[in-house]
């Protein structure tokens, strides 16, 4: 009876050491959960592309993916099409109002002029668009830009003709007599100054209004905390080679961009990178600056119908602002 029993308990004991090697080796070959990203073409949000052709994002399943505009990535986004993206402020906002649970991992850049309405020659100011149809993305950032540029000229949306319009689609309409002006960025910006289109209103007259931030679902951002850190790394890293590496940084860029490198380099000034430091400090959800941003950018929403007023509660920032990915320098 004995020597069966001693049988019996190594038989179990080898089973168990069986059973919980199987389950080591499970867990630790369960892949990470990939992380697909938004954006699209704008200067400010190269430093994704550019982490991704440095390798940066080697040991994380991180891919980022090119949109055609955002009001696109929006769509996607609520189809669980994605799990991040590159957004401006007012747009994570309207993202919150859809039921898009996201938290805010970084605050990308700010635009200092990179957003702009360009217009004929014949058009002096934006009061002269009085009547005259303008093109814009109406469901994205360029419906603030130009409900902003109207009201502070005393204007409102129903004394100009909407048209509807993405970005890319800005010069045909132009060609075409569709439009007299329109709301853009680079590089769209270039290719329509080049053909004879001026700036009626750019973002400065709006300072630290228009703000990009990487939003993430927060179900991901609670199951995968490690690929979100090496997302954020990544990006300081980019950013810091295109600071040190202007020109090579650029090479990678004009792969994308139908400007040449000087025109590129230029654009850049239309915007401001966040820093490390500066991103500690907007992300900080006891005080973030972003706050005082936050009753503007909501009244414009309203006001355009981009959001309903009824989902004032889901629009706080201080709920949504996570500064824990940051690196400690």
């Given at each position: 009876m004995l020597m069966i029993s001693l049988k019996k308990m190594k038989w179990v004991f080898f089973v168990s050491i069986l059973l919980s090697g199987l389950l080591l080796s499970s867990c630790a070959s369960k892949p990470q959960q990939e992380l697909r990203i938004s954006s699209l073409l704008w200067p400010g949000y190269e430093p994704l592309v550019l982490a991704e052709k440095l390798g940066y994002f080697q040991e994380a399943p991180i891919k980022i993916l090119d949109y055609l505009?955002?009001?696109?990535?929006?769509?996607?986004?609520k189809n669980h099409s994605l799990e991040a993206g590159a957004f401006t402020l007012d747009e994570t906002l309207q993202l919150l109002a859809d039921g898009v649970d996201v938290q805010i991992v970084l605050v990308m850049d700010t635009s200092d002029g990179g957003d702009v309405i360009l217009a004929n020659p014949d058009i002096q100011s934006i009061s002269d668009l009085k009547g005259r149809p303008v093109a814009v993305e109406s469901s994205a950032v360029g419906a603030y830009v130009l409900q902003r540029a109207l009201e502070l000229n005393g204007l409102t949306l129903n004394d100009?003709?909407?048209i509807s319009t993405h970005a890319m689609e800005q010069q045909q309409a132009f060609k075409n007599g569709e439009v007299v002006a329109a709301v853009t960025f680079d590089p769209y910006r270039?290719?329509?100054?080049?053909?004879?289109?001026?700036?009626?209103?750019t973002s400065k007259s709006i300072p630290n209004?228009?703000?990009?931030?990487?939003?993430?679902?927060?179900?991901?951002?609670?199951?995968?905390?490690?690929?979100?850190?090496?997302?954020?790394?990544?990006w300081f890293k980019a950013l810091a080679f295109q600071k040190a590496n202007p020109k090579k940084a650029a090479e990678y860029a004009l792969t994308r961009y139908k400007v040449s490198t000087e025109e590129y380099l230029k654009s850049l000034s239309g915007l401001k990178f966040t820093s490390l430091a500066e991103n500690k400090v907007l992300l900080n959800s006891?005080?973030?600056p972003l706050y005082e941003l936050e009753p503007k950018l909501k009244k414009t929403l309203f006001s355009l119908g981009l959001v309903n007023p009824a989902e004032h509660d889901a629009l706080l920032l201080s709920q949504h602002l996570n500064g824990r990915f940051l690196p400690n320098e």
């Open positions: 505009s955002n009001t696109d990535a929006i769509a996607a986004f100009i003709d909407v270039t290719e329509l100054t080049q053909a004879g289109k001026r700036p009626i209103f209004e228009i703000i990009d931030v990487l939003v993430v679902r927060t179900d991901v951002v609670q199951n995968n905390p490690k690929v979100i850190r090496q997302l954020v790394k990544g006891s005080k973030s």
